[in-house]
């Protein structure tokens, strides 16, 4: 409370002066404590710097004040340098898309959210600024109000993956009550919310996953689940998909993925290439690339089985999240927390997600 008092007195912008009063605020500028990262590589890159600028708030933008971020395999990733084609030129950056916090100043636009507001959502996949600090900037159409029943660690460990699921199974394949949904890898978090999406939906949910997992997937809502490691596979499905979703995305699981499906039916990767080939060619020659990879393996899938290939790509997305916030409020989606980690041991929590010690979300938190 002390930190967030004097973090408000000093504050530079229009939109923060009309919510704390500050009479002499453009003389000095905000700052904020943030893990960032300077460059690509291990998680001990990563540094905790304490007089990081805050950017001005936007007109529709929200300062959200941290109570728990969550560790994403994004995180990971953009840490060791995927993505390098859009973000080496803007290091340092901050990791952390998930946030759960309170809202401490609003832009002269926003019209929902209110100071004082507990809320939770998340950043879009290649936001630059992000939410390992004190203090994060969203949206307010990123953010919505966190259920009294959740604790902000377990809100923190659901909007991207929840987003992500929401993406494939309503935005693409727009599942439909009965239909059969295979979700190849339901042990993780966007694995489980796309179990539990789809149960809402009223679809007959099948899930491959780990041993470890199988319980959880099952409570999540999978009426089968298969181990991942057991053999013939193909042959436990038993029968054919409208939908499949592989947060796997390798060539075994694709091939298992579009070989399970009905004809017409969807099948979405988390593990699409446009991001490995913009940082092989460049943004502009690797978007060109990758789009006609993508288009030409949906015409040989079409071809060959008659259905739909996509990438699917997490999107911020108001409706989803809105959607998602009424599951969750009725107690119809969580993901799972694991380990968890003091926001300024975050590279110590980037180490757990690397050697897959956590079974369930890490999440950053901050007292
Ligand atoms: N494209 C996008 O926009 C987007 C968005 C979010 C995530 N992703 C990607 O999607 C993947 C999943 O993300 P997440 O947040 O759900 O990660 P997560 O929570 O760490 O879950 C990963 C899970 O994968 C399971 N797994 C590993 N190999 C498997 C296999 N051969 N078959 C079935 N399950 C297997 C493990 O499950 P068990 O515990 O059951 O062994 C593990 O829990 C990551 O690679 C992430 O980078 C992409």
């Not at 840490?79 to 759960?100: A, K, Q, T």
């Not at 909007?159 to 890898?185: D, H």
Request: glycine residues 10%; aromatic residues 6%.
């Amino acid at each position: 409370m002390m930190a967030r008092l004097s973090l408000l007195r000093v504050g530079s912008r229009q939109s923060y002066k009309k919510f704390i009063g500050c009479k002499d605020c453009s003389k000095r500028a905000f700052s904020c404590k943030a893990v960032v990262l300077p460059r690509f590589g291990s998680p001990d890159v990563l540094q905790i710097r304490s007089n990081e600028t805050l950017p001005d708030l936007g007109s529709t933008e929200v300062l959200v004040a941290t109570k728990a971020a969550a560790v994403n395999p994004l995180d990971a990733r953009i840490r060791e340098g995927y993505g390098r084609s859009l973000f080496e030129p803007l290091l340092p950056l901050i990791l952390g898309r998930d946030v759960s916090g309170e809202v401490v100043a609003v832009g002269n636009s926003v019209k929902l959210l209110h100071v004082g507001q507990e809320v939770f959502g998340a950043l879009h996949p290649t936001a630059v600024r992000g939410t390992y600090s004190d203090y994060a900037i969203l949206q307010e159409d990123q953010l919505i109000l966190k259920p009294t029943s959740l604790t902000h660690m377990e809100a923190a460990a659901i909007p991207f993956a929840a987003l992500t699921a929401w993406r494939a199974l309503k935005g693409t394949a727009q599942i439909k009550q009965s239909q059969r949904v295979l979700i190849l890898g339901g042990g993780g978090a966007v694995g489980l919310s796309a179990i539990q999406l789809a149960k809402a939906a009223g679809c007959h949910v099948t899930c491959t996953c780990g041993k470890r997992s199988m319980d959880r997937a099952a409570e999540a809502g999978a009426e089968l689940t298969i181990d991942y490691t057991s053999e013939n596979l193909r042959d436990k499905l038993g029968g054919r998909f409208d939908a499949v979703l592989d947060t796997i995305g390798v060539q075994e699981t694709e091939a298992l993925g579009v070989s399970s499906l009905k004809r017409g039916g969807h099948y979405m990767t988390l593990q699409g290439e446009a991001v490995n080939y913009a940082d092989r060619l460049g943004l502009v020659a690797g978007g060109a690339a990758a789009a006609a990879a993508l288009v030409k393996k949906q015409v040989q899938y079409k071809q060959a089985y008659g259905i739909e290939y996509m990438w699917t790509i997490m999107r911020t997305d108001a409706e989803a999240l809105q959607d998602i916030g009424l599951l969750v409020r009725n107690g119809q989606l969580k993901v799972p927390v694991g380990n968890t980690f003091s926001l300024w041991k975050a590279a110590d929590a980037h180490h757990c997600l690397e050697k897959k010690q956590s079974h369930g979300k890490i999440i950053l938190y901050l007292d």
